[in-house]
């Protein structure tokens, strides 16, 4: 299964970018990234997906490398709000035609005012 | 608003007993998951279910059971309740398929065992 590496720990000035790496070496070739993020005390929140290109929504944009091996979610305009704990997640190879995701322990980002 | 549901917010149960943690979705989603959160050691999973009476161990289904009887709920069981079963249970749902599709998570559980 593919697995990801992030930072553990961020900070980030608030109205500046945040930009997020992950590794994620071992993906096939027709595995999504995806991320989410977790506020305290909430459930996880999708923020974006992609397999090849770049991709932008209304929270956020998501960098994949040509080699897909590694990608960088960006928070273009960091608020106090942004600060939780941010996952990037691969999905697993489907098991009963479910597929799963595999979370690893995240980015703790920090929006400081 | 879709959402996932879970019955309690917080639990406290003794050791020995048997516990039951609902969830609930009115997604109409075929996909549910249990997960347990830890310090450090993120999100893992515990079972999900594809169908409704049909099951799959995950990560560490060790001291746990599960049951979907109906589309909509998905309840986690601990046998025995130990208290290395301290923990944030979360409930996630999705729909099935083998193109993209999201996640939607409870709120979680923070179950305490003394």
């Known amino acids: 299964d593919a697995k990801t590496t992030q930072p553990p720990s961020m900070d980030c000035a608030e109205g500046r970018a945040a930009n997020l790496p992950c590794n994620h070496s071992?993906?096939?070739?027709?595995?999504?990234v995806y991320w989410y993020r977790q506020i305290h005390s909430q459930g996880p929140q999708y923020i974006i997906h992609?397999?090849?290109n770049n991709e932008t929504n209304e929270m956020a944009s998501l960098i994949i490398t040509e080699d897909r091996k590694s990608s960088t979610l960006i928070l273009p305009h960091a608020t106090l709000r942004d600060t939780a704990v941010y996952y990037c997640i691969v999905r697993g190879p489907p098991t009963s035609g479910t597929y799963k995701y595999i979370f690893g322990t995240g980015t703790r980002l920090k929006v400081l005012a | 608003d879709v959402k996932v549901t879970q019955s309690s917010r917080y639990l406290v149960k003794r050791t020995g007993e048997k516990v039951f943690l609902e969830c609930v979705q009115d997604m109409d989603h075929e996909n549910m998951f249990w997960y347990r959160q830890d310090p450090g050691l993120g999100l893992r999973l515990i079972y999900f279910s594809y169908d409704v009476k049909m099951k799959e161990k995950g990560d560490i289904p060790e001291g746990y059971s599960v049951s979907r009887e109906k589309k909509e709920r998905f309840s986690l069981i601990l046998e025995s309740a130990s208290t290395n079963q301290t923990s944030m249970y979360l409930c996630?749902?999705?729909?099935?398929?083998?193109?993209?599709?999201?996640?939607?998570f409870g709120s979680g559980t923070r179950l305490t065992v003394v």
């Open positions: 996630a749902s999705s729909l099935a398929g083998r193109g993209y599709y999201g996640y939607t």
């Open positions: 992609g397999l090849k």
């Open positions: 071992t993906i096939s070739g027709n595995e999504y």
